[in-house]
């Protein structure tokens, strides 16, 4: 990738899922610090079906964000359970983008501390929402608990290398309004 499209996925393609993934989760264990949780008051049943149908939204988008951002950093699951590389597909003409195409940017090992979890949770959110299958059993995707502790390393691993090494602050991306 070159400069400028590295750059605009850094300030654009990236915190647009890290957004998408956090939104309404306690994050303030993660560097970014932060809760973004809004509650509108409802006073009418009309409102608040619109309110559900957003949270419904947000929730789906979340698990979809996950799973990219996990894909992002290099890992899934395999048939066995374990992490591991999460290649690039060849069905899009070698289109597709992992954190290792960018200055700084390598993959997390699926023998990391968190490559498991990242692994379970990609799981999850695929069969969560991604397939529809009638098991139930998959990997929980918590809202509470999985799911900001998978984002935490992600959101980590992102500034400790591509961020870094361009000299800016995933934060700053994500917690800005919108241009």
Request: hydrophobic share 35%.
């Given at each position: 990738?070159?400069?400028?499209?590295?750059?605009?996925?850094?300030?654009?393609?990236?915190?647009?899922?890290?957004?998408?993934?956090?939104?309404?989760?306690?994050?303030?264990?993660?560097?970014?610090?932060?809760?973004?949780?809004?509650?509108?008051?409802?006073?009418?049943?009309?409102?608040?079906?619109?309110?559900?149908?957003?949270?419904?939204?947000?929730?789906?988008?979340?698990?979809?964000?996950?799973?990219?951002?996990?894909?992002?950093v290099g890992i899934k699951q395999d048939e066995a359970g374990?992490?591991?590389?999460?290649?690039?597909?060849?069905?899009?003409?070698?289109?597709?983008?992992?954190?290792?195409?960018?200055?700084?940017?390598?993959?997390?090992s699926p023998s990391a501390p968190e490559a498991q979890l990242?692994?379970?949770?990609?799981?999850?959110?695929?069969?969560?929402?991604?397939?529809?299958?009638?098991?139930?059993?998959?990997?929980?995707?918590?809202?509470?608990?999985?799911?900001?502790?998978?984002?935490?390393?992600?959101?980590?691993?992102?500034?400790?290398?591509?961020?870094?090494?361009?000299?800016?602050?995933?934060?700053?991306?994500?917690?800005?309004?919108?241009?």
């Amino acid at each position: 990738m070159d400069a400028p499209e590295q750059k605009e996925w850094l300030e654009t393609h990236i915190p647009h899922r890290v957004r998408a993934a956090i939104a309404r989760l306690p994050m303030e264990n993660s560097i970014l610090r932060v809760t973004a949780t809004i509650d509108p008051q409802q006073p009418s049943e009309l409102e608040k079906i619109y309110w559900r149908c957003a949270t419904d939204s947000i929730w789906e988008g979340r698990l979809a964000a996950t799973r990219w951002l996990i894909e992002f950093v290099g890992i899934k699951q395999d048939e066995a359970g374990n992490p591991t590389v999460c290649k690039k597909s060849k069905r899009f003409g070698g289109k597709d983008v992992r954190i290792d195409d960018f200055d700084g940017g390598k993959c997390i090992s699926p023998s990391a501390p968190e490559a498991q979890l990242l692994a379970s949770v990609w799981k999850g959110c695929s069969q969560a929402s991604s397939h529809a299958t009638n098991e139930y059993s998959h990997p929980s995707v918590s809202d509470r608990k999985e799911l900001p502790e998978a984002l935490t390393p992600i959101v980590k691993h992102l500034q400790n290398t591509i961020y870094q090494k361009a000299g800016k602050n995933l934060r700053d991306y994500v917690l800005e309004p919108v241009r």
